[in-house]
């Protein structure tokens, strides 16, 4: 039967970010299906909090948390480590973890995310989380798939901004000069594009030990947002609403299970059609 090729039972998926608001979901959608989950990110408190929520609604040991600073090599090392000793293998990667300028309340960013005023040290600190926490996190887990032959699965979260650019009137504020409305800052939108080429690259250059490698774009979700611009955005989108938290639970099956076991080094573009108007 397909709905076979989406048992996971067996297999062990490390997510990074797992503490934000996709990350949670992406857990659940792996739990769902079977698999442990390594719920890996930055802080030690939201990891807490957000693998007590799991276990009340899914066994304890199908979750097991990692404090892991995605742009350290050393410290990805060292959970990798962990794991290889206590025999564990990573089989999903999951590479989510990212800073991003989300827009709340009213718009919610400012106008140093102009282009003019973007300060380098912020340029470097995303860059280094979203883009080059995924390279190592690949580097190191992708490696030990392709090693022992067994292969595994990669699935890298960019956005529907890797494929066209933000639309700037979305956060437009009435009354401040052109100078001073802000804006989506420069790097979600080179992040994310990277994600899509990272995709590319490793799903050449491990497929013959079997390891695959795919990208997720998702579309804005909602997440109390202001009323304006969630209108402004929905009229953007053909089926006239931002995304649930929870609708890209079957694409993260999908992609991370044997139910996609021809697919590699795509970009799936969940937007709810907003790339295609």
């Avoid at 990074?16 to 030690?44: I, P, Y």
């Avoid at 693998?51 to 948390?65: D, F, N």
């Avoid at 890298?156 to 066209?164: Q, T």
């Avoid at 799903?203 to 695959?212: F, H, I, L, M, P």
Wanted: proline share 3%.
């Amino acid at each position: 039967m397909a709905s076979n090729k989406f048992d996971m039972s067996g297999k062990t998926a490390l997510i990074t970010g797992a503490a934000g608001l996709l990350g949670v979901e992406h857990a659940v959608a792996l739990l769902e299906c079977g698999a442990v989950v390594v719920l890996t990110d930055v802080s030690e408190a939201a990891l807490s909090v957000a693998g007590e929520a799991l276990s009340r609604e899914y066994p304890a040991e199908m979750i097991l948390t990692e404090v892991m600073d995605v742009s350290r090599f050393e410290a990805i090392k060292g959970v990798a480590q962990t794991f290889e000793s206590a025999g564990r293998r990573i089989d999903i990667l999951v590479n989510n973890a990212a800073i991003d300028p989300k827009v709340k309340g009213d718009q919610g960013v400012l106008e140093t995310s102009r282009l003019e005023n973007f300060p380098l040290e912020q340029w470097d600190l995303q860059l280094a989380v979203g883009l080059t926490g995924a390279f190592l996190c690949s580097q190191v887990f992708g490696a030990a798939m392709a090693k022992d032959g067994k292969g595994g699965v990669i699935l890298n979260i960019a956005s529907d901004l890797s494929v066209f650019s933000p639309d700037q009137r979305l956060y437009r504020k009435e009354g401040l000069a052109d100078e001073m409305q802000p804006v989506k800052p420069v790097t979600y939108s080179v992040i994310k594009a990277g994600l899509v080429g990272l995709t590319r690259y490793l799903a050449t250059y491990w497929a013959d030990k079997n390891v695959r490698a795919n990208a997720l774009s998702p579309g804005g979700v909602f997440n109390g947002q202001g009323a304006e611009f969630v209108q402004r955005l929905s009229s953007l989108i053909p089926l006239g609403r931002m995304a649930q938290r929870d609708e890209y639970r079957a694409a993260v099956q999908f992609l991370c299970s044997e139910a996609s076991a021809y697919m590699n080094g795509q970009n799936i573009v969940m937007d709810g059609g907003r790339s295609v108007w």
